[in-house]
């Protein structure tokens, strides 16, 4: 995650996965284009079976391609978690005050490698537990940036 807003009252921390839409586009497109135009040649038999490809990678659009906003306001006492994809749309708050700190949670991949992400621990009431910024693992620095910049903005001292 980016941070894009960073004062004493307001952190904003943006991720938009536009590589992973354009790479996931180009392959959708690629298929829809081609079951067009052998569907315009009148070979219906072909045309069917570029469709499945077509379908694949507009599920993985739908399914992989999520915006992600989480706001940490002082203003307002609440930590505000924004999940949109392509149809549907969620927000989740939860009040500042129990916000201990960020972490990151990690765990083995299929193939082995290790696959990290941000979590928020909230230590006391209703919102009390640990709690994803996003559902999916990756692997790189991003995780460990995402937590810091939380950590840095709570006050808490690295590591």
Do not use: C
Request: glycine share 10%.
């Amino acid at each position: 995650m980016k941070v894009t807003h960073d004062t004493t009252e307001l952190l904003v921390l943006d991720h938009v996965p536009w590589g992973l839409a354009v790479l996931l586009m180009l392959p959708l497109l690629l298929f829809t284009f081609a079951a067009i135009g052998i569907f315009a040649a009148g070979d219906w038999a072909g045309a069917a079976g570029a469709v499945p490809g077509a379908v694949l990678f507009a599920m993985a659009l739908v399914v992989f391609v999520e915006r992600l906003q989480l706001i940490l306001d002082r203003r307002t006492g609440t930590v505000t978690l924004r999940r949109r994809t392509l149809w549907r749309y969620r927000q989740d708050t939860y009040a500042l005050a129990s916000l201990a700190r960020a972490r990151v949670e990690s765990k083995r991949g299929s193939k082995g490698k290790r696959l990290y992400r941000p979590v928020l621990v909230f230590d006391a009431g209703e919102d009390r537990g640990v709690w994803p910024v996003t559902e999916i693992y990756s692997s790189g620095q991003g995780a460990d940036r995402t937590a810091a910049a939380i950590n840095r903005w709570l006050g808490l001292p690295p590591g």
